[in-house]
């Protein structure tokens, strides 16, 4: 696009998202000449201002106003994103393109607290694995933010983000974990784009390593697993749809990411009937591990079966919380498990898991 073509799309798209808001303003002033703005005219008070009454009500009367219409909703995302950058409170636009969660970024209220929390917690969880002979290697997943942060432009990023992969690892040395950083030798554009996660080349460097450190645990398998690929598939990554511009592109939003689907096959000698022992290594994770064929890539270097007890929103410690307190049956016949959490979980509220492990009544909220 040359720079005039350019320079009329962001005009024609600020007037549109500018006419967008004048249309939005006259809904508001509509609902607040009816019901709404006796509501918010009762609440106009010395005290009602003081108590935050006012603003309360003004705020439910706007809401109230607007038109419940996806459509327009998306819309107006694409306009914002296109005129100017913004991608919603959720999400923050680096380079052209680029996508970053604002969780990685941003300051956290507390968040040194939380850290130091999850500490105490981490030492409980290594000591109740350790009591069933079950060997604990850990994944901490490093921010997109950070080994991508060529791709911020400019993105501003918080001292407690910055810090905070350096700030656990100092602070978790004296645990005695069996950790790995992903972050040394990780390689370039290993992140999706439009999307949180990384990509299937970063799911097999992390496999990779993972499987080195597992193998140096149980020694190497010998169960013969394959890779098949599909053909590159497009991907509307998370942060499109957190951002609502998942059905914004092309013309105002991100393109999204092309990616393969990887698929582990397993070849088993016994028959159909024959039992199958079961696996030695279980993987409870985050989204990371249910992603970009990550553990069907770990399978393969590993040349063993894995089980899998990941979920979305594990957070820190919520899969294993999840197989300590719910499913303790799984860990039969377990050797070792990985453990595999995003480190910007580190700094965010407390789960209600993990306060009732650590016996802290400290409000926060679900991770």
Same mark, same amino acid.
């Given at each position: 696009?040359?720079?005039?073509?350019?320079?009329?799309?962001?005009?024609?798209?600020?007037?549109?998202?500018?006419?967008?808001?004048?249309?939005?303003?006259?809904?508001?002033?509509?609902?607040?000449?009816?019901?709404?703005?006796?509501?918010?005219?009762?609440?106009?008070?010395?005290?009602?201002?003081?108590?935050?009454?006012?603003?309360?009500?003004?705020?439910?009367?706007?809401?109230?106003?607007?038109? %419940?219409?996806?459509?327009?909703?998306?819309?107006?995302?694409?306009?914002?994103?296109?005129?100017?950058?913004?991608?919603?409170?959720?999400?923050?636009?680096?380079?052209?393109?680029?996508?970053?969660?604002?969780?990685?970024?941003?300051?956290? %209220?507390?968040?040194?607290?939380?850290?130091?929390? @999850?500490?105490?917690?981490?030492? %409980?969880?290594?000591?109740?694995?350790?009591?069933?002979?079950?060997?604990?290697?850990?994944?901490?997943?490093?921010?997109?933010?950070?080994?991508?942060?060529?791709?911020?432009?400019?993105?501003?990023?918080?001292?407690?983000?910055?810090?905070?992969?350096?700030?656990?690892?100092?602070?978790?040395?004296?645990?005695?974990?069996?950790?790995?950083?992903?972050?040394?030798?990780?390689?370039?554009?290993?992140?999706?784009?439009?999307?949180?996660?990384?990509?299937?080349?970063?799911? @097999?460097?992390?496999?990779?390593?993972?499987?080195?450190?597992?193998?140096?645990?149980?020694?190497?398998?010998?169960?013969?697993?394959?890779?098949?690929?599909?053909?590159?598939?497009? @991907?509307?990554?998370?942060?499109?749809?957190?951002?609502?511009?998942?059905?914004?592109?092309?013309?105002?939003?991100?393109?999204?990411?092309?990616?393969?689907?990887?698929?582990?096959?397993?070849?088993?000698?016994?028959?159909?009937?024959?039992?199958?022992?079961?696996?030695?290594?279980?993987?409870?994770?985050?989204?990371?591990?249910?992603?970009?064929?990550?553990?069907?890539?770990?399978?393969?270097?590993?040349?063993?079966?894995?089980?899998?007890?990941? @979920?979305?929103?594990?957070?820190?410690?919520?899969?294993?919380?999840?197989?300590?307190?719910?499913?303790?049956?799984?860990?039969?016949?377990?050797?070792?498990?990985?453990?595999?959490?995003?480190?910007?979980?580190?700094?965010?509220?407390?789960?209600?898991?993990?306060?009732?492990?650590?016996?802290?009544?400290?409000?926060?909220?679900?991770?």
């Amino acid at each position: 696009m040359n720079p005039f073509t350019a320079t009329l799309a962001r005009t024609l798209a600020t007037l549109a998202f500018l006419a967008l808001m004048l249309a939005g303003l006259g809904f508001v002033a509509t609902h607040l000449a009816g019901a709404g703005g006796e509501r918010v005219a009762e609440a106009a008070t010395g005290r009602g201002i003081l108590s935050g009454r006012f603003t309360a009500a003004l705020d439910t009367a706007v809401v109230a106003a607007l038109p %419940k219409t996806p459509g327009l909703d998306d819309l107006a995302a694409g306009l914002s994103y296109l005129a100017l950058g913004d991608a919603g409170p959720q999400v923050r636009g680096g380079c052209p393109g680029w996508l970053f969660l604002a969780e990685e970024i941003l300051e956290v %209220k507390g968040g040194d607290a939380n850290l130091a929390a @999850r500490l105490r917690l981490a030492g %409980k969880l290594r000591d109740a694995f350790a009591a069933r002979g079950i060997a604990l290697v850990v994944l901490p997943v490093p921010d997109k933010a950070e080994l991508d942060a060529g791709n911020l432009c400019g993105l501003p990023v918080a001292r407690q983000a910055r810090q905070r992969r350096a700030a656990w690892q100092a602070a978790s040395a004296p645990l005695g974990l069996d950790q790995l950083d992903l972050a040394d030798g990780w390689p370039k554009g290993a992140f999706l784009r439009t999307d949180t996660h990384w990509n299937v080349a970063g799911a @097999r460097f992390a496999a990779g390593r993972l499987a080195a450190a597992i193998d140096r645990r149980l020694g190497p398998g010998t169960t013969r697993i394959t890779l098949e690929e599909s053909a590159p598939r497009l @991907r509307v990554g998370d942060l499109m749809r957190l951002a609502g511009l998942s059905r914004s592109w092309p013309w105002s939003g991100p393109t999204p990411d092309e990616e393969p689907e990887v698929t582990a096959r397993i070849a088993r000698s016994g028959g159909l009937l024959d039992d199958v022992a079961a696996p030695a290594v279980l993987l409870a994770g985050s989204s990371y591990s249910l992603n970009s064929g990550f553990a069907d890539q770990l399978q393969a270097a590993l040349g063993r079966e894995v089980a899998q007890k990941s @979920r979305e929103g594990s957070g820190f410690a919520g899969a294993l919380l999840d197989i300590l307190d719910r499913t303790p049956h799984m860990l039969d016949g377990v050797r070792l498990v990985v453990w595999e959490f995003p480190l910007r979980s580190l700094t965010l509220p407390l789960s209600t898991d993990e306060r009732r492990h650590l016996a802290d009544q400290t409000p926060g909220d679900e991770t």
